[in-house]
């Protein structure tokens, strides 16, 4: 599948409307493009049971996982509460992204103007943590 930033993000904006945010009411889509050029979406889960939940990076990559996808070469996050706003991922996903990308990976992320900012995860996650092989 061939994805332009702005379709990977309509698809990211998309799922955010299904996110289960009842605790924070701040919704994150996540959309992914595997090495298979599949697309894989996800969203945020909250849970009473704090810290229990799944930030919408996290379910795209589950999903990633689930459908025979091994890495990521592009992804899109959108965020917000009751209206669109930057949304980096956090440190968590930052670092659950390192484990499926390469420094080169693309993390595109929709602005309040509806302009795309894209970063590589490299300038996203400086020095990230990678097992060795």
Known sequence: MT??????IEHAASVRERAYAPY?????GAAII?????LHIGCNVENAAYPIGNCAEISAIASMIASGGSEIRKIAVVGGGETIEP???????????AEFSDDNTVVVIKNTDGSASS??????????FRLKS
């Open 3 to 8: 994805c332009t930033d702005a379709n990977l």
């Open 119 to 128: 970063l590589t995860l490299n300038e996203l996650l400086p020095h990230g």
């Open 34 to 38: 595997d090495d298979k050029g599949n």
């Open 87 to 97: 949304c980096m991922p956090c440190g968590g996903c930052r670092q659950a992204i």
């Open 24 to 28: 924070s009411n701040f919704k994150v």
